[in-house]
Protein backbone atom coordinates (compact mmCIF):
# COMPACT_ATOMS: atom_id res chain seq x y z
CA UNK A 1 0.00 0.00 0.00
CA UNK A 2 1.35 3.71 -0.74
CA UNK A 3 2.09 5.68 2.14
CA UNK A 4 1.03 9.21 1.92
CA UNK A 5 2.71 12.09 3.91
CA UNK A 6 0.77 15.47 3.63
CA UNK A 7 2.49 18.04 5.47
CA UNK A 8 0.39 20.63 6.04
CA UNK A 9 -3.50 19.44 6.88
CA UNK A 10 -4.67 22.20 7.85
CA UNK A 11 -5.17 23.04 4.48
CA UNK A 12 -6.50 19.82 3.37
CA UNK A 13 -10.21 19.08 4.26
CA UNK A 14 -11.75 15.70 4.70
CA UNK A 15 -12.56 15.62 1.12
CA UNK A 16 -9.10 15.39 0.25
CA UNK A 17 -8.38 12.98 2.91
CA UNK A 18 -10.94 10.79 2.30
CA UNK A 19 -9.91 10.63 -1.64
CA UNK A 20 -6.21 10.17 -0.94
CA UNK A 21 -7.09 7.02 1.40
CA UNK A 22 -8.37 5.27 -1.51
CA UNK A 23 -4.89 4.90 -3.07
CA UNK A 24 -2.83 4.18 0.42
CA UNK A 25 -2.35 4.95 4.02
CA UNK A 26 -2.43 8.47 4.80
CA UNK A 27 -0.28 10.38 7.82
CA UNK A 28 -1.49 14.22 7.58
CA UNK A 29 1.09 15.78 10.06
CA UNK A 30 3.29 18.75 10.56
CA UNK A 31 6.59 18.03 10.36
CA UNK A 32 10.06 19.92 11.39
CA UNK A 33 12.86 20.01 8.45
CA UNK A 34 14.95 17.90 11.05
CA UNK A 35 11.95 15.45 11.24
CA UNK A 36 11.23 15.40 7.57
CA UNK A 37 14.76 14.26 6.73
CA UNK A 38 14.33 11.69 9.03
CA UNK A 39 11.55 10.18 7.53
CA UNK A 40 10.69 11.13 4.14
CA UNK A 41 12.54 7.83 3.39
CA UNK A 42 9.31 6.00 4.58
CA UNK A 43 6.80 7.69 2.38
CA UNK A 44 5.76 6.90 -1.40
CA UNK A 45 3.97 10.50 -2.12
CA UNK A 46 4.10 13.91 -0.70
CA UNK A 47 1.10 16.29 -0.94
CA UNK A 48 2.13 19.67 -0.01
CA UNK A 49 1.64 23.65 -0.46
CA UNK A 50 4.20 26.43 -0.56
CA UNK A 51 5.96 26.13 3.25
CA UNK A 52 7.64 22.97 2.83
CA UNK A 53 11.00 23.23 1.32
CA UNK A 54 11.90 20.28 -0.60
CA UNK A 55 15.29 20.89 -1.73
CA UNK A 56 17.92 18.53 -3.12
CA UNK A 57 18.53 18.20 0.76
CA UNK A 58 15.70 16.69 1.42
CA UNK A 59 14.01 14.40 -1.67
CA UNK A 60 18.42 13.04 -1.61
CA UNK A 61 16.92 11.31 1.72
CA UNK A 62 13.68 9.69 -0.11
CA UNK A 63 14.00 6.07 -0.87
CA UNK A 64 10.99 5.34 -2.13
CA UNK A 65 9.16 8.46 -3.33
CA UNK A 66 6.97 8.44 -6.57
CA UNK A 67 5.58 11.78 -6.54
CA UNK A 68 5.65 15.06 -5.03
CA UNK A 69 1.70 17.07 -5.18
CA UNK A 70 1.73 20.67 -4.26
CA UNK A 71 -1.77 22.44 -4.15
CA UNK A 72 -0.01 25.34 -5.40
CA UNK A 73 0.66 26.69 -8.83
CA UNK A 74 4.14 28.10 -8.29
CA UNK A 75 6.61 25.20 -7.75
CA UNK A 76 9.83 27.27 -6.68
CA UNK A 77 9.77 25.30 -3.39
CA UNK A 78 11.08 22.38 -5.09
CA UNK A 79 13.96 20.76 -7.02
CA UNK A 80 12.20 20.11 -9.91
CA UNK A 81 15.74 19.04 -11.95
CA UNK A 82 16.67 16.55 -8.76
CA UNK A 83 12.70 15.50 -9.05
CA UNK A 84 13.20 14.89 -12.79
CA UNK A 85 16.52 13.33 -12.51
CA UNK A 86 15.07 11.05 -10.50
CA UNK A 87 12.10 9.84 -11.32
CA UNK A 88 9.65 11.44 -9.11
CA UNK A 89 6.49 13.26 -10.86
CA UNK A 90 5.62 16.74 -9.82
CA UNK A 91 1.87 17.57 -9.84
CA UNK A 92 0.51 21.09 -9.13
CA UNK A 93 -2.69 23.12 -9.90
CA UNK A 94 -4.06 24.54 -13.30
CA UNK A 95 -7.00 27.23 -12.03
CA UNK A 96 -8.04 26.28 -8.17
CA UNK A 97 -6.20 29.75 -7.09
CA UNK A 98 -7.34 32.28 -9.85
CA UNK A 99 -10.74 33.35 -8.44
CA UNK A 100 -9.26 33.92 -5.06
CA UNK A 101 -6.09 35.36 -5.97
CA UNK A 102 -7.61 37.93 -8.37
CA UNK A 103 -10.01 38.69 -5.39
CA UNK A 104 -7.35 39.53 -2.99
CA UNK A 105 -5.61 41.68 -5.70
CA UNK A 106 -8.42 43.90 -5.77
CA UNK A 107 -9.20 44.01 -2.01
CA UNK A 108 -5.75 45.41 -1.56
CA UNK A 109 -6.35 47.92 -4.25
CA UNK A 110 -9.42 49.11 -2.97
CA UNK A 111 -7.65 48.85 0.71
CA UNK A 112 -4.53 50.67 -0.62
CA UNK A 113 -6.21 53.39 -2.46
CA UNK A 114 -9.13 53.94 -0.06
CA UNK A 115 -6.62 54.45 2.78
CA UNK A 116 -8.84 51.74 5.04
CA UNK A 117 -6.47 50.00 7.26
CA UNK A 118 -4.80 53.59 8.02
CA UNK A 119 -8.92 54.58 8.22
CA UNK A 120 -9.52 51.59 10.49
CA UNK A 121 -6.73 52.10 12.62
CA UNK A 122 -7.70 55.61 13.45
CA UNK A 123 -10.78 55.49 14.45
CA UNK A 124 -10.65 52.34 16.57
CA UNK A 125 -8.13 53.96 18.60
CA UNK A 126 -10.75 57.29 19.47
CA UNK A 127 -9.84 59.41 16.95
CA UNK A 128 -12.10 61.16 14.07
CA UNK A 129 -9.35 62.17 11.24
CA UNK A 130 -10.99 61.85 7.96
CA UNK A 131 -10.22 64.84 6.33
CA UNK A 132 -6.38 62.66 6.77
CA UNK A 133 -7.94 59.78 4.82
CA UNK A 134 -9.18 61.26 1.15
CA UNK A 135 -8.99 58.24 -1.56
CA UNK A 136 -8.60 57.73 -4.77
CA UNK A 137 -11.60 56.34 -7.23
CA UNK A 138 -10.40 53.41 -9.44
CA UNK A 139 -12.91 54.46 -12.69
CA UNK A 140 -10.73 56.45 -15.19
CA UNK A 141 -7.41 54.87 -13.54
CA UNK A 142 -4.97 53.03 -16.03
CA UNK A 143 -4.29 50.04 -14.77
CA UNK A 144 -1.04 48.02 -16.18
CA UNK A 145 -0.83 44.16 -15.31
CA UNK A 146 2.28 42.86 -15.71
CA UNK A 147 1.36 39.08 -16.41
CA UNK A 148 -1.93 38.15 -18.29
CA UNK A 149 -2.68 34.54 -17.37
CA UNK A 150 -5.22 33.11 -15.59
CA UNK A 151 -5.06 35.24 -12.67
CA UNK A 152 -3.97 38.77 -14.20
CA UNK A 153 -6.90 38.01 -16.74
CA UNK A 154 -9.38 37.80 -14.15
CA UNK A 155 -7.81 40.98 -12.48
CA UNK A 156 -8.55 42.29 -15.88
CA UNK A 157 -12.57 42.08 -16.02
CA UNK A 158 -12.84 43.00 -12.40
CA UNK A 159 -11.13 46.23 -12.89
CA UNK A 160 -12.93 47.29 -16.21
CA UNK A 161 -15.89 46.54 -14.29
CA UNK A 162 -14.46 49.15 -11.75
CA UNK A 163 -14.31 51.68 -15.08
CA UNK A 164 -10.55 50.98 -15.43
CA UNK A 165 -8.70 51.31 -18.24
CA UNK A 166 -6.18 48.34 -18.46
CA UNK A 167 -2.94 47.80 -20.10
CA UNK A 168 -0.67 44.81 -19.94
CA UNK A 169 2.90 43.74 -20.69
CA UNK A 170 3.54 39.64 -20.88
CA UNK A 171 6.52 38.15 -23.79
CA UNK A 172 4.55 35.03 -23.70
CA UNK A 173 0.31 36.46 -23.65
CA UNK A 174 -1.12 37.76 -26.66
CA UNK A 175 -5.04 38.75 -25.71
CA UNK A 176 -7.83 40.93 -26.66
CA UNK A 177 -8.63 41.90 -23.44
CA UNK A 178 -6.51 44.92 -23.01
CA UNK A 179 -3.64 46.60 -25.10
CA UNK A 180 -0.32 44.61 -25.12
CA UNK A 181 2.70 47.18 -24.20
CA UNK A 182 6.20 47.18 -23.73
CA UNK A 183 7.36 47.06 -19.74
CA UNK A 184 8.73 50.57 -19.66
CA UNK A 185 5.88 52.00 -21.30
CA UNK A 186 2.99 50.05 -18.53
CA UNK A 187 5.71 51.84 -16.12
CA UNK A 188 5.36 55.30 -17.26
CA UNK A 189 1.64 55.39 -17.79
CA UNK A 190 -0.09 53.04 -14.98
CA UNK A 191 -1.92 55.01 -11.99
CA UNK A 192 -2.08 51.15 -10.49
CA UNK A 193 0.34 48.57 -10.84
CA UNK A 194 0.11 44.96 -9.82
CA UNK A 195 2.42 41.83 -10.77
CA UNK A 196 1.02 38.75 -11.78
CA UNK A 197 3.83 36.69 -13.59
CA UNK A 198 5.31 33.51 -13.06
CA UNK A 199 8.73 33.23 -11.37
CA UNK A 200 11.21 32.56 -13.95
CA UNK A 201 14.53 33.67 -15.01
CA UNK A 202 13.48 36.82 -17.37
CA UNK A 203 11.12 37.87 -14.37
CA UNK A 204 13.06 37.52 -11.28
CA UNK A 205 14.23 41.03 -9.91
CA UNK A 206 12.37 42.79 -13.12
CA UNK A 207 11.11 45.42 -11.47
CA UNK A 208 14.91 46.65 -9.79
CA UNK A 209 15.66 49.85 -9.17
CA UNK A 210 15.93 51.28 -12.50
CA UNK A 211 12.41 49.98 -13.58
CA UNK A 212 11.11 51.35 -10.41
CA UNK A 213 12.62 54.91 -11.13
CA UNK A 214 10.35 54.87 -14.47
CA UNK A 215 7.07 54.69 -12.56
CA UNK A 216 4.62 57.57 -13.02
CA UNK A 217 5.09 59.51 -9.80
CA UNK A 218 1.87 59.02 -7.61
CA UNK A 219 1.08 55.09 -8.64
CA UNK A 220 0.32 51.95 -6.45
CA UNK A 221 1.83 49.08 -6.90
CA UNK A 222 0.41 45.64 -5.98
CA UNK A 223 2.18 42.10 -5.56
CA UNK A 224 0.52 39.11 -5.08
CA UNK A 225 2.99 36.80 -7.26
CA UNK A 226 6.09 36.42 -6.27
CA UNK A 227 8.24 38.56 -4.04
CA UNK A 228 11.57 38.00 -5.95
CA UNK A 229 10.14 39.99 -8.81
CA UNK A 230 10.26 42.97 -6.67
CA UNK A 231 13.45 44.38 -5.57
CA UNK A 232 11.93 45.32 -2.03
CA UNK A 233 14.40 47.72 -1.13
CA UNK A 234 14.04 49.98 -4.00
CA UNK A 235 10.43 49.69 -3.59
CA UNK A 236 10.99 50.87 -0.21
CA UNK A 237 13.01 53.73 -1.28
CA UNK A 238 9.89 54.82 -3.83
CA UNK A 239 7.59 55.08 -1.11
CA UNK A 240 9.62 57.17 1.05
CA UNK A 241 10.55 59.45 -1.91
CA UNK A 242 6.94 59.67 -2.74
CA UNK A 243 7.52 58.25 -6.55
CA UNK A 244 5.32 55.53 -5.37
CA UNK A 245 1.65 57.05 -3.28
CA UNK A 246 1.10 53.50 -2.26
CA UNK A 247 2.28 49.85 -1.90
CA UNK A 248 0.81 46.47 -1.12
CA UNK A 249 2.40 42.84 -1.13
CA UNK A 250 0.86 39.59 0.03
CA UNK A 251 4.15 37.95 -0.79
CA UNK A 252 7.67 37.05 0.80
CA UNK A 253 11.32 35.87 -0.34
CA UNK A 254 10.87 33.65 2.84
CA UNK A 255 8.35 32.90 5.06
CA UNK A 256 7.64 33.61 7.84
CA UNK A 257 9.24 36.64 7.17
CA UNK A 258 13.46 36.55 7.71
CA UNK A 259 15.12 39.14 9.30
CA UNK A 260 16.66 41.04 6.14
CA UNK A 261 12.74 41.47 4.98
CA UNK A 262 11.45 42.62 8.38
CA UNK A 263 12.24 46.62 7.15
CA UNK A 264 9.27 46.15 5.26
CA UNK A 265 6.89 45.05 8.37
CA UNK A 266 8.87 47.77 10.46
CA UNK A 267 8.11 50.34 7.50
CA UNK A 268 4.27 49.28 7.46
CA UNK A 269 4.12 49.69 10.98
CA UNK A 270 4.96 53.27 11.16
CA UNK A 271 4.00 54.53 7.96
CA UNK A 272 0.43 55.03 5.96
CA UNK A 273 1.62 53.58 2.58
CA UNK A 274 2.19 50.02 2.70
CA UNK A 275 0.08 46.81 3.10
CA UNK A 276 1.43 43.64 3.85
CA UNK A 277 -0.47 40.33 4.38
CA UNK A 278 0.43 37.01 4.95
CA UNK A 279 0.46 34.94 1.92
CA UNK A 280 -3.13 35.05 2.10
CA UNK A 281 -4.43 35.39 -2.04
CA UNK A 282 -5.50 31.80 -2.16
CA UNK A 283 -6.83 31.14 0.86
CA UNK A 284 -10.55 30.68 0.87
CA UNK A 285 -12.37 27.91 2.04
CA UNK A 286 -13.77 27.51 -1.29
CA UNK A 287 -9.90 27.30 -3.09
CA UNK A 288 -8.54 24.95 -0.18
CA UNK A 289 -11.65 22.68 -0.92
CA UNK A 290 -10.97 22.62 -4.91
CA UNK A 291 -7.60 22.79 -4.53
CA UNK A 292 -7.20 20.01 -2.35
CA UNK A 293 -9.61 18.12 -4.40
CA UNK A 294 -7.59 18.73 -7.46
CA UNK A 295 -4.76 17.32 -6.08
CA UNK A 296 -6.12 14.68 -4.86
CA UNK A 297 -7.68 13.77 -8.21
CA UNK A 298 -4.61 13.79 -10.23
CA UNK A 299 -3.01 11.19 -7.61
CA UNK A 300 -5.80 8.55 -7.82
CA UNK A 301 -5.95 9.00 -12.04
CA UNK A 302 -1.93 8.49 -11.96
CA UNK A 303 -1.77 6.00 -9.40
CA UNK A 304 -5.02 4.39 -8.31
CA UNK A 305 -4.79 3.23 -12.18
CA UNK A 306 -1.21 1.62 -11.50
CA UNK A 307 -2.57 0.28 -8.65
CA UNK A 308 -5.90 -1.43 -10.52
CA UNK A 309 -3.21 -2.34 -13.15
CA UNK A 310 -1.10 -4.49 -10.77
CA UNK A 311 -4.15 -6.46 -9.33
Not at 65 to 87: E, P, R
Not at 127 to 148: A, H, P, S, V
Not at 289 to 300: K, P, Q, S, Y
Amino acid sequence: MLKILVLEPEYFDDYAIRKLKTIGSVTAKRMSRAELLSRIKDFDILVVRIEAKLDKAVLSRAVVLKAIASATTGLNHIDLDYASKHGIKVFNLHGAHTIPTAQHTMALMLSLMRNVPWAYGSLSSGKWERYKFIGTQLDGKTLGIIGLGRIGSTVCRYAKAFGMNVIYYDPYVSSKLAKRVSLNNLLKSSDVITVHASLNRTSANELNSKEISLIKKGAFLINTARAEIIDYRSMLSALRGGRLQGAAMDVFMHEPVSDHEKELLEYSRRNGNLIVTPYIGASTREALHHAGLEIANDLVKEFGRKRSRTQ
